[in-house]
């Protein structure tokens, strides 16, 4: 728990005393770097951690460290019960029910999961109830051109596993998603419509409810990347109406190592596993083996216990603080990030600015400045930031550029973090001579 916050309903910001009581928390802000105070503006590619979450972990390791789903004595007893009381608070933490749940490494490895498990549909396996998910040629599988790689390279290989033909939503020159073209994109051979939530370059947040609402209407599959929403912003699997979602831990205060699929509970039943070995069978013999109902089908051999119990931990932080309170305070620094960006000359934020919804998140492009250049210089002065392409080369490739700078923040975050990112752009810029 926050050691000084509150649970609340309400979406107030989060108050300068209460951010600073927060802060408290996670020991690596209080550090420096290069001689300078850490100003910690790469949240988008990992949090930091707070001492409830790693406590969480240690006290596991120290007290019940054991086997899950297989010894009969004590300890074996108590790190199940851990676990699976895991599984229900990220369940009830994004509107699921616990049955719907897939621990897995990462998002990338669910995203996999799921494509892997579609490819085995369509080569017959999984008997007549994993019909629905067959694939081939002249079927479609429909992402966007914003996604990160680990959204699009495993439809890419399902295509050419398949012969199903990938298909993008484009966006136009300032990174909007072009929605005009959905009529061409979206028909009756379009079985999987993938996206990202919130854009991990952009941090603009996608048509979710006209997204799904477009692929109910052909019969597709709706896979959502909630891995810069889960964080940020309240997440309500059900209410989306998406049939997947996926995200990970270590970008919302848990450890690396832990991921999360959600999957319907008719749809997980039906799908064919993917990884096959120990703990996700009912019987084997030397021929065949038969396979556990969801989610554990889907979590072969040795489980990830003490990064699920960590993972639970940081659900439990988040939720006494409110995603409703996190994300008003975001939307405060994003807002202060962007508007100080635009008044720097020379500095070219990527995406749309103006009357959309964002996070606290911006990437930035200065001509003739090379982003890893401006990322030393502000690592000089004790700020971090995320350099490159951030897993989204075709994104940048649209927007005329290699690469960015990005900030992002997170509820632990202050104005003067932002100010000092600001400041030290322009000081930056200055410093290799201007923009060219």
């Known amino acids: 728990m926050p050691s000084s916050i509150t649970s609340t309903t309400t979406a107030e910001p989060l108050s300068p005393a209460e951010v600073a009581a927060l802060r408290s928390d996670f020991p690596a802000l209080a550090q420096q770097v290069n001689g300078h105070p850490l100003v910690y503006l790469d949240s988008g590619a990992t949090s930091q951690k707070p001492r409830s979450v790693l406590d969480a972990e240690r006290d596991y390791y120290e007290n019940r460290n054991s086997a899950v789903h297989r010894g009969a004595h004590t300890l074996a007893a108590l790190a199940t019960e851990d676990f699976e009381e895991a599984r229900e608070s990220i369940a009830a933490f994004v509107g699921a029910s616990a049955e719907e749940i897939v621990w897995t490494s990462n998002a ?5 999961l799921i494509a892997y498990a579609i490819s085995n549909a369509s080569l017959g396996r999984g008997g007549a109830a994993a019909e ?18 680990a959204n699009l390279i495993p439809w890419q290989e399902l295509a050419a596993r398949t012969g199903a033909t990938l298909r993008f939503i484009p966006v136009d020159d300032d990174g909007s998603l072009r929605l005009d073209e959905l009529d061409d994109l979206i028909g009756e051979r379009t079985r999987v419509v993938a996206f990202t939530h919130v854009s991990n370059v952009l941090g603009t947040v996608s048509p979710v409810e006209l997204l ?4 109910r209407a052909v019969g597709a599959l709706v896979v959502l990347d909630a891995c810069q929403s889960a964080p940020h912003l309240p997440l309500d699997v059900r209410a989306l109406d998406v049939d997947f979602a996926v995200f990970s831990g270590h970008k919302m205060l848990a450890p690396t190592g832990i991921g999360v699929l959600y999957g319907r509970r008719d749809l997980l039943d039906a799908l064919p596993p ?20 969801a989610p554990l089908r889907f979590e072969a051999g040795t489980q990830r216990v003490s990064q699920a119990i960590a993972l639970a931990a940081a659900v439990r932080y988040l939720d006494a603080i409110g995603m409703d309170r996190v994300a008003a305070h975001e939307t405060l620094l994003g807002r202060r990030l962007t508007d100080g960006l635009a008044a720097i000359d020379g500095v070219r934020i990527l995406g749309p600015v103006a009357g959309v919804e964002r996070v606290g998140l911006a990437s930035i492009d200065v001509p003739g400045i090379h982003s890893h250049d401006l990322g030393q210089f502000l690592d000089s002065r004790g700020i971090a930031v995320r350099v490159g392409h951030h897993c989204a080369q075709p994104l940048h490739r649209r927007l005329g550029v290699t690469s960015s700078t990005r ?3 997170y509820l632990y975050s202050t104005p003067d973090d932002v100010d000092a990112f600001l400041a030290g752009v322009a000081d930056g810029i200055a410093f290799f001579g201007g923009p060219r």
């Open 108 to 112: 990338t490895e669910g995203i996999n």
């Open 407 to 409: 900030a992002s923040t």
């Open 274 to 293: 993917f990884l096959t070995g120990g703990s996700m069978i009912t019987t084997v013999t030397m021929e065949k083996a038969e396979y556990l109902t």
């Open 212 to 215: 799904v609402a477009r692929a």
């Open 132 to 149: 629905r998910f067959r694939i081939g040629a002249g079927d479609e599988i429909l992402v966007t051109e914003l996604e990160h790689h």
